[in-house]
């Protein structure tokens, strides 16, 4: 069994990602299988993240073993129901959680670190618009072309372009992962299985239990109670691992400064017998204040001498010592007030970045 495990700690959570791939096939050759009947279990544990690396990752498994199974004992939403669909049986605990795998892409142009992450799902840009024909009853191309172009306003079109590619690109996935099984299933049930994950579920928060996942025809097998308390068990220890029920508070972590830096943070990790990869990255946490505009500051220093001293009986090079060391503090007071009125201007949010973050190998 190898253990994949992504964090979703508010606010900072880590998703699958393609640099996992590269890891996990270290395990995958260090594990000790028999000649025969090769079997590798995943115990998976995350809420979803690229929908390209579920079939990377069940096709480099399939050169290792004769069957492959995953073994969730709570969340495996989104890209990590993708994975299952791979699976030649998905064991799943009481607690256990499958998801739509309908795909959400960022929706800022910013750095992929920046936090909150924006997101949009790509089926409810596809419902808006049947919204507006079948609903709406807009058909008419100028009313069409002028939401478009508020959509467009709201939407980068760069973004509008992948949300058509992955709304295809799913489907394909989900078809080829299913397709992957050593029982293969029909491909009617394989329709209506890729129809009810990518459309039928409207809310991409919903959640699966195995029972409804039965339902929908896919190959989930129940543990026995024995089986069903290790799993959990084993969970646990992951979660107090990685602080999942301790949400980190931004105001409280800030206390009276105004930027912090967290370092060395485990977000992710992939464990088997031989072998522990954890992912660690750093955040840099600032507050948004609002600061008034074009502050103009002018400090003028008037300081005059003793009166038994004249001007004109200071060395010149003592005069330009001087001159220097007036126009220093000038300078250093101008930056101490702005520091105070940035200080004391009204705190209006936060703003996050993640930066650093590589797979480490700590065993």
């Not at 690396?53 to 993708?82: G, H």
């Not at 920046?114 to 919204?131: G, K, M, T, Y």
């Not at 999942?244 to 105004?258: A, K, R, S, T």
């Not at 992939?270 to 600061?291: A, G, M, P, W």
Request: glycine share 4%; net charge negative; aromatic share 6%.
């Amino acid at each position: 069994m190898i253990v994949y495990f992504t964090r979703d700690r508010k606010p900072f959570g880590s998703r699958i990602a393609e640099d996992v791939v590269r890891s996990l096939y270290d395990h995958l050759i260090n594990l000790e299988l028999p000649e025969k009947n090769k079997k590798i279990d995943i115990f998976i544990y995350s809420r979803g993240g690229d929908i390209s690396v579920p079939w990377r990752i069940t096709t480099m498994i399939r050169e290792f073993c004769d069957e492959f199974n995953v073994l969730i004992p709570y969340k495996a939403q989104s890209a990590a129901t993708l994975l299952s669909l791979g699976a030649d049986n998905i064991i799943m605990g009481k607690k256990a959680e499958l998801g739509p795998i309908d795909p959400t892409l960022v929706k800022a142009t910013v750095s992929e670190g920046s936090l909150p992450a924006q997101e949009i799902s790509v089926e409810d840009v596809n419902s808006f618009i049947s919204f507006l024909k079948e609903r709406a009853n807009i058909n008419d191309q100028e009313p069409l072309a002028q939401v478009v172009e508020n959509l467009v306003k709201q939407i980068s079109p760069l973004t509008l372009g992948r949300v058509n590619r992955q709304h295809s690109h799913i489907r394909l996935v989900a078809r080829k992962l299913l397709s992957s099984r050593n029982m293969r299933l029909d491909e009617e049930k394989i329709n209506t299985i890729i129809e009810i994950l990518t459309e039928k579920i409207y809310s991409h928060g919903h959640t699966i239990g195995r029972k409804e996942a039965l339902d929908i025809g896919l190959p989930i097998m129940f543990p026995d109670p024995e089986i069903e308390t290790l799993i959990w068990d084993l969970y646990l220890k992951y979660e107090n691992y990685l602080k999942l029920n301790d949400p980190l508070f931004i105001e409280i972590e800030l206390e009276n400064n105004d930027e912090k830096l967290i370092t060395n943070e485990p977000v992710a990790l992939i464990e088997s017998v031989k072998k522990l990869h954890v992912f660690r990255t750093s955040y840099h946490l600032n507050l948004k204040r609002k600061i008034p505009a074009n502050i103009q500051l002018n400090i003028n220093l008037n300081l005059s001498l003793p009166p038994t001293i004249k001007p004109d009986q200071i060395p010149q090079q003592s005069q330009i010592i001087l001159q220097n060391l007036i126009k220093q503090v000038q300078e250093q007071l101008q930056q101490l007030v702005l520091q105070e009125l940035q200080r004391q201007s009204p705190i209006i949010g936060y703003e996050g970045r993640s930066f650093g973050g590589k797979w480490i190998e700590e065993r």
